[in-house]
């Protein structure tokens, strides 16, 4: 994809189509060695020099001018850094980020009981126990970690050909879900697959990213992300696609319009694209049908606000066997900061009596999400965060 095209299966998050599928692909064929480099003496010594030669770099750099220091929290552009330096402005933390050829950078630095370190995102130990960093997301490999362990996922499978992929499909329940293996915002995500038509578009599509993608059962349901840190749930927060719920009198682009005149400010319009459209027929619908009174439809399978969908903090509700096996996922895994993405259709009642499963895993979860929801109150993410850093701070 050239820089300045626009893919629709991409978006909000643009990214060029040939470095994603290198990376993504790569990734997946490495991981055996990046494993074993992980538990090597090598990396041992890297993690050992990582904070020191960072500090050389740092300051050769910022000497030349290619990287420009910013201390003052108020200033970071990226929001997930920024709730992160308010939390360490409170607590005495001095943390910045840094800006290079003048553009803000998700890069930063924190002294903490004395100790300076680095880090992209987020603050995260150098090894962790498992070595999870490495896997965890791969879509595929958490598959068969968290369901060794009895933990419920979506049925599917990995695959890098059609005909065996085919084979799955017509095994699982419908509708089906195809992704790319690695990556992550729903890009080149297609939903709703019924037929071996859609499944070829859809398999072509995730292609395009990765050369293996992953085959689910549809599940039914928000998608959730559940933020663990240091073991433990920290928030919950609801993502949901744009919607809208017949009246048996206007037509879904009319339903549209009522609903990008009554939204939340924060929300964004949903301004229908061919995205939309194929999405729609997905569902057998077109933008000129009527829905009936009381029929709910999606009209993607993007989330989020700036697709017009809705995000809710819904850490309270969240019913306790849910916050159980999120915590054993966690576990599991063994990583002390990640975001579990699931999909229930009820938060509140016993995941044991639903059809339900974990997704995906993120290293890098967007803690900003808890702070500022379209429904619900404001979690303090960043909070958990640091407790974790400084009662643990030897391994960073």
């Known amino acids: ?5 626009h893919c629709l299966a991409c978006g909000n998050n643009q990214v060029n189509h040939t470095l994603s599928w ?17 538990k090597s003496f090598l990396a041992i010594l890297a ?6 030669v960072l500090d050389s770099f740092g300051w050769f750099y910022r000497t030349i001018g290619v990287l420009k220091v910013n201390t003052d929290p108020t200033k970071i552009i990226n929001q997930r850094g920024k709730v992160l330096g308010e939390e360490a402005n409170r607590r005495g933390i001095p943390m910045h980020n840094f800006f290079m050829f003048g553009k803000p950078a998700d890069l930063y630095g924190a002294t903490v009981k004395g100790k300076k370190f680095y880090f992209n995102g987020l603050p995260r130990p150098k090894r962790t126990p498992k070595h999870s960093e490495w896997w965890a997301d791969d879509k595929y490999l958490l598959k068969l970690a968290l369901q060794e362990v009895g933990i419920p996922v979506a049925r599917g499978g990995s695959f890098s050909a059609f005909e065996p992929l085919l084979k799955k499909f017509n095994e699982l329940d419908k509708p089906a879900i195809i992704k790319p293996r690695l990556g992550s915002r729903g890009r080149h995500t297609t939903t709703h697959i ?48 744009p919607r809208i719920t017949g009246d048996g009198t206007h037509t879904v682009a009319e339903l549209v319009t009522i609903k990008n005149q009554s939204k939340h400010k924060e929300v964004k319009d949903v301004l ?27 009209l993607t399978e993007k989330i989020g606000v700036n697709y017009g969908g809705c995000a809710a903090e819904v850490t309270g509700i969240t019913h306790p066997e849910t916050i159980k096996m999120l915590e054993k996922a966690a576990a599991t895994i063994g990583d002390p900061i990640i ?11 016993d995941p044991n009596q639903q059809k339900w499963g974990i997704i995906e895993c993120n290293g890098l979860p967007f803690i900003n999400l808890h702070y500022d929801p379209i429904e619900g109150e404001t979690n303090n993410v960043a909070k958990p965060l640091w407790d974790y850093v400084e009662e643990n701070i030897k391994q960073f």
Not at 47 to 52: D, G, K, M, V
Not at 339 to 349: C, M, P, R, V
Request: proline share 4%; glycine share 8%; charged share 20%.
């Open 339 to 349: 975001g579990l993405d699931f999909i229930i259709q009820n938060i509140s009642e």
């Open 194 to 241: 019924h037929n071996e038509e859609e499944l070829k578009k859809a398999f072509e599509g995730a292609k395009q990213l990765c050369y293996w993608v992953v085959l689910e059962e549809h599940l039914v349901g928000s998608v959730y992300r559940g933020t663990c840190i240091n073991g433990k749930l920290a928030g919950v927060l609801r993502g949901d696609p």
């Open 22 to 38: 290198l990376s993504q692909t790569l990734a997946v064929v490495t991981l055996p060695a990046q494993f074993f480099l992980a």
């Open 47 to 52: 993690s050992a020099i990582t904070n020191p």
């Open 1 to 5: 994809m050239s820089p300045k095209a």
């Open 272 to 298: 229908i694209s061919q995205e939309h459209i194929n999405f729609l027929g997905r569902l057998e619908l077109t933008t000129g049908d009527i829905l009936p009174a009381g029929k709910t439809i999606d």
